[in-house]
Nanobody, 123 residues
Framework: QVQLVESGGGLVQAGGSLRLSCAAS????????MGWYRQAPGNHRELVAA???????NYAESVKGRFTISRDNAKNTVLLQMNSLKPEDTAIYYC?????????????????WGQGTQVTVSS
């Protein structure tokens, strides 16, 4: 199994910055991709940003130019640097990882989720 532990959420004023961190642990053969999703009250969970092990990134249009995702493959960690935060960024942010846990990497990749961390941006 894979455990994802997130940290770094909190309350910030509009225009401020926060950095989210997620560390994956367990019997991991490989993780690809890792990413962040968010869910605001009454909304569906949506992709914020994702990154492959090769460093290819994908961002939601609403966060392009403000958020930056990065990862450390050796440590199985992913970071989300969030700048110029807006009240509409308020949500619970979830770390996601598609991981292969089988010996020698011969099994399927499964999706794992962190417990979520609250980000609140005040106007």
């Amino acid at each position: 199994q894979v455990q994802l532990v997130e940290s770094g959420g909190g309350l910030v004023q509009a225009g401020g910055s926060l950095r989210l961190s997620c560390a994956a642990s367990g019997s991991i053969f490989s993780i690809d991709p890792m990413g962040w999703y968010r869910q605001a009250p009454g909304n569906h969970r949506e992709l914020v940003a994702a990154i492959t092990s090769a460093g290819t990134t994908n961002y939601a249009e609403s966060v392009k130019g403000r958020f930056t995702i990065s990862r450390d493959n050796a440590k199985n960690t992913v970071l989300l640097q969030m700048n110029s935060l807006k009240p509409e960024d308020t949500a619970i942010y979830y770390c996601n990882a598609w991981a292969v846990t089988s010996l020698y990497g011969l099994g399927p990749s499964n999706s794992y989720w962190g417990q979520g961390t609250q980000v609140t941006v005040s106007s």
